[in-house]
């Protein structure tokens, strides 16, 4: 029944395709131009030649309403995606981290791969991604494939990928911008970035500080890091980049309402570097880019009102040292193959030190059970994609990639996909995509329910998209998809013991549309909806999901307003699930009082909606920020 509804589906797809184009016959499109994308193939790529569904979004929506994450507004501009919160600022680890995305109803845990200009960044012994350092400072765009992105990335990309580009130079000369702000709760933030280019050479640097006190006791929160990228142009077809992101936070958890906590205090630090040598020619381009990324967490459980405190806390050191080539070639009209490798060792050392004597205990297990220092794996993948061009109204895609893992084995990704070009101003993508995620060194060898013996978890996933361009100011997309989904690891109770075993599988099916539109130079607004249904729910993904906002702009004042609607989010699953609706309005309005200051001030959740977004932290009512931008 459900594929049947998905075909029918397709169908009224490529009716709407037809229609609309007969309807706007003869109207010019003369100022949109063609959206680039490197998500989701790796190198610069027209998106109506990709059969994947890319959201890309800008540096400047993402500043618009002057946030210093750009979870909030990737949340809001992705159809499909949903991330989950706990207040003011900061999501945490650990007990009682937020942070969490979906995509589809998949992406719990290490399911959705978080990329930094292409490099993987997770905790190399927990596998998930640590949200509190995508920061707004550091970021060009964001790419979101909505789907599986197996193919090109490996593990962890079975839900899809959100991608980080980071800040760019492209001409000589300097230029700085400093933000500060605060407001509710006692949140002050300050950040500023300088980019700065002569001739062959470019460099970006960052830095940002936030506190809050939190809108409940103990949920105070303070962060600071910095971000630096060198470039070098060799000539015009060699270059090389070196960067280097250090962020530390220390976070307290407040624990649910229902059980609050005392000392639930993490500290965490977080560091990645990488270099790069690239290289671009009319028919051939590619990277070669080494990486390393590592964390130090020192984290104190805490203990319940009237309970005793901890006498250990846990620390932990993790790293993901790596290597990622790839190179595209064009060997004749429309003809793009793109070729890669990617080598990855990662893992790390875990231990509870006691306060009085710093005595460790590891954690972390070797293959016959025993408490070892270190554990480790290591993870080797290579791919072929092939995309062809037809007669300019038809585009093939086909790839495979073959992974190995040293202690799973080895796992074949194929993926295929259409992308049909019925007019110059209309796209439909058919795809087949197969996603899957190795298990990670906490399921294997960490704490009581590990097993080594464990599948990787893997789903298909089955697309049909449409999208419409009309007169250069109105933007459409459509998308269908059903997903089934097997091998998920679940820690269940074996011989009175728990254990990780893979008996998981799940069937979801969903509808996606975007739409943005620019009325003149003063006005655009722009919106989506989302609706997806899961055989076996889970917390963290909405059943509905709206989102319309607007914008005025003229030579002084900025304004923005957005309104949206999550319905059926799961709190809890289950055999007696709990789901939240709400609707959240925010705005922001911006003055520039001279050329290099502008003044702002923002509301969220304006509304003053009580809502949670995880099980038993509720978000803080109706709060207010101001500030001044400078830009010299």
Not at 597 to 615: H, P, R, S, V
Request: aromatic letters at 12%.
């Amino acid at each position: 029944m459900r594929i049947r509804t998905f075909l029918l589906l397709g169908a009224s797809v490529v009716c709407l395709s037809m229609q609309a184009e007969t309807q706007n016959e003869g109207i010019q499109d003369t100022t949109q131009m063609s959206e680039v994308v490197v998500t989701g193939t790796r190198n610069a790529t027209d998106v109506r030649h990709l059969p994947l569904t890319v959201t890309s979004i800008s540096n400047e929506k993402l500043n618009e309403n002057y946030r210093s994450s750009v979870l909030p507004t990737v949340t809001e501009q992705t159809p499909g995606l949903f991330s989950t919160s706990r207040g003011v600022l900061g999501y945490g680890v650990s007990t009682g981290a937020a942070g969490s995305m979906m995509v589809r109803g998949v992406g719990s845990g290490a399911q959705l791969l978080v990329l930094i200009d292409g490099q993987p960044q997770y905790a190399g012994l927990m596998g998930h991604p640590i949200p509190d350092v995508y920061q707004t400072l550091m970021t060009e765009k964001v790419e979101v494939v909505r789907g599986p992105a197996s193919l090109l990335y490996g593990s962890n990309a079975m839900a899809g990928v959100v991608n980080i580009v980071t800040r760019q130079m492209n001409e000589d000369g300097c230029k700085t911008n400093i933000r500060l702000q605060g407001g509710s709760y006692g949140t002050f933030q300050a950040d500023g970035v300088n980019r700065f280019r002569k001739g062959k050479f470019s460099t970006v640097v960052g830095a940002q500080y936030m506190r809050t006190d939190g809108h409940r006791p103990n949920s105070n929160f303070e962060q600071f890091g910095g971000y630096a990228k060198i470039g070098y142009d060799f000539s015009e077809h060699w270059k090389a980049v070196a960067d280097a992101n250090l962020t530390h936070f220390n976070a307290s958890n407040p624990g649910p309402v229902y059980a609050p906590l005392v000392d639930n205090d993490s500290k965490i630090t977080r560091g990645l570097a990488s270099i790069s040598l690239s290289n671009g020619y009319q028919n051939t381009s590619g990277t070669l880019r080494a990486y390393y990324d590592w964390g130090h967490h020192n984290i104190d459980d805490g203990y319940n009102l009237g309970g005793t405190p901890k006498t250990a806390l846990y620390k932990h050191d993790d790293y993901i040292a790596g290597i990622t080539w790839y190179q595209s070639a064009h060997f004749f009209e429309g003809n793009t193959v793109t070729v890669g490798l990617d080598w990855q060792h990662f893992g790390g050392s875990a231990w509870n030190a006691d306060k009085q004597t710093g005595a460790k205990t590891y954690l972390v297990k070797d293959e016959d059970g025993n408490l070892v220092e270190n554990q480790h794996a290591d993870e080797v993948g290579t791919y072929i994609d092939f995309r062809q061009d037809i007669c300019k109204w038809l585009t093939v895609d086909a790839g495979l990639r073959v992974d190995w893992h040293s202690v799973v084995g080895t796992e074949l990704i194929p993926q295929g996909g259409l992308a049909f070009h019925p007019t110059r101003n209309a796209d439909i993508k058919a795809l087949v995509s197969k996603g899957f995620r190795n298990p990670i060194i906490r399921e294997m060898y960490m704490f009581p329910p590990a097993t080594t013996d464990l599948k990787p978890e893997r789903m298909m996933n089955y697309e049909l998209a449409y999208t419409q361009r009309i007169a250069g100011k109105v933007h459409i997309g459509a998308n269908i998809f059903y997903i089934k989904g097997e091998n998920l690891i679940n820690t269940v109770r074996v011989d009175g013991r728990p254990r990780n075993v893979n008996t998981g599988d799940f069937e979801n099916w969903g509808l996606e549309f975007s739409a943005d539109y620019t009325i003149n130079r003063h006005w655009s607004v722009d919106g989506n909806y989302s609706y997806l249904r899961m055989q076996t729910p889970i917390t963290g993904a909405p059943e509905g999901k709206l989102y319309f906002g607007g914008k005025y702009h003229n030579d002084k004042w900025t304004a923005t307003a957005g309104v949206q609607n999550i319905s059926g989010l799961y709190i809890t699953a289950g055999d007696n699930p709990q789901k939240e609706n709400f609707t959240l309005l925010n705005a922001s309005v911006s003055y520039r009082a001279l050329p290099w200051l502008t003044l702002f001030a923002k509301g969220e959740n304006l509304l003053a909606e009580q809502y949670q977004t995880y099980d038993g932290f509720f978000m803080p009512k109706a709060t207010f920020m101001g500030g001044a931008s400078f830009e010299f």
